[in-house]
């Protein structure tokens, strides 16, 4: 393929995706004002994450590998749950370093810059940042939760789609905790171990709970039970996370643009996860280029996962239609349910 292809993020979707086109001798100009950093994450893949794609096979960071999680319910009961296969838990930052440099190895240009303005000139598209103009044949949104190749495309994320969190950077808390604590919001708190610190955040339905109350709820939670805690970093970050099935018909990709990971809304809807889906858009992106068939991506991601996410965002809507009739405290005893129910086989 004789293109230029401008890819916009270098999270997982973006640089995985980079990586893959650039191997194949495509010209491939890769932007992020970040990268590598600190991304707010869990860090958590699923445990087929790291077979299910043999780039991660010589991964060379630490990966934490959590066996048993703790669920701890609204009112308080814990309920441990062994992992069937260990679960990988690994620092955004490092990812992000080698997912980078994977993309660099194969002869991805990076641009460490933020793109300021996309716009169509005839076929082609312009991709401006603060000091440079860029022609591509084909744009590709790998931009996140607040795509502005989305926003571009199809229209950003309606706000019922979208999950608020809020979070810390962590030490002083003790090895080895892998838990996840419900309350009476659509969401939840996490607390994941890594191999220096420890990640923990809160998220909930954009709207119904606000940022001031979110950082209350996880602060109680940490005073509570992890008294030696320190913050060394504080985040709030938006996450895709759809609450209706019918989102997922539409369409994630045109003549010359595609939309990948988050971006496209492909993160788990009721859990907040999406390196894996991030990691499968790229893929199946990489795959629709690379045939010169873009809109054969739309098949493509719909066979790997796309019934995966239809169900979790009908699951979704049923949660927040029960916390309107009976309460929000439904929501969490409900996801708390789900959480200890799906844990050993949905991973
Ligand atoms: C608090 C939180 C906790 C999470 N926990 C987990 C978890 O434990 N496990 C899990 O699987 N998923 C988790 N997720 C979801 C996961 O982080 C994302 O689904 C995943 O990172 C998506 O990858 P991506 O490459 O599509 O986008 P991102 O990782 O969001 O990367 C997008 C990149 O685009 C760049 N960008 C944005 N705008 C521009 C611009 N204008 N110009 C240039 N670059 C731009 C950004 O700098 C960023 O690097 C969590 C999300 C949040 C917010």
Redesign the pocket.
């Known amino acids: 393929m004789d293109k230029t292809i401008a890819i916009?993020?270098?999270?997982?979707?973006?640089s995985m995706l980079a990586a893959k086109l650039a191997s194949d001798a495509n010209k491939v100009c890769l932007?992020?004002?970040?990268?590598p950093?600190e991304?707010?994450?869990?860090?958590?893949?699923g445990s087929d994450t790291i077979d299910a794609h043999p780039e991660l096979k010589n991964y060379p960071y630490p990966i934490n590998q959590c066996h048993e999680m703790v669920y701890i319910s609204p009112r308080n009961d814990r309920t441990k749950v062994p992992a069937q296969t260990a679960i990988p838990i690994i620092s955004r930052l490092e990812l992000s370093c080698y997912l980078l440099d994977m993309a660099k190895n194969s002869s991805a240009a990076f641009i460490p810059k933020?793109?300021l303005n996309i716009s169509q000139d005839q076929s082609r598209w312009v991709i401006e940042t603060e000091d440079s103009a860029y022609i591509a044949d084909l744009i590709v949104g790998?931009?996140?939760?607040?795509s502005?190749v989305r926003k571009a495309t199809i229209g950003n994320f309606p706000e019922q789609h979208l999950s608020l969190?809020c979070?810390y950077i962590l030490t002083g808390v003790p090895e080895d905790q892998y838990i996840t604590k419900f309350l009476d919001i659509p969401g939840y708190i996490w607390v994941f171990s890594r191999a220096n610190h420890t990640s923990t955040?809160i998220?909930a339905t954009l709207g119904t709970v606000s940022g001031k109350d979110l950082f209350k709820k996880l602060h109680d939670f940490l005073s509570e039970n992890y008294p030696g805690f320190r913050i060394t970093k504080k985040y709030s970050?938006l996450?895709a996370a759809v609450a209706d099935e019918r989102f997922f018909d539409q369409p994630c990709s045109g003549d010359n643009w595609l939309l990948?990971?988050?971006?496209a809304g492909h993160?788990d809807p009721v859990t907040?996860?999406?390196?894996?889906y991030?990691f499968g858009s790229a893929k199946a992106a990489a795959q629709a280029i690379g045939a010169d068939d873009i809109h054969s991506y739309e098949d493509l991601w719909r066979d790997q996962y796309g019934d995966r996410l239809k169900q979790g965002a009908a699951a979704k809507q049923n949660l927040l239609i029960m916390g309107q009739d009976f309460g929000p405290e439904i929501i969490g005893a409900m996801m708390y349910f789900r959480a200890v129910r799906n844990f050993t086989d949905a991973r």
């Open positions: 916009i993020g270098a999270g997982p979707a973006g932007f992020d004002p970040k990268a950093w991304k707010p994450c869990g860090g958590m893949l933020k793109v790998a931009d996140g939760a607040n502005m969190t979070g955040g998220g970050a996450i990948v990971g988050e971006a993160v907040g996860e999406g390196i894996h991030a």
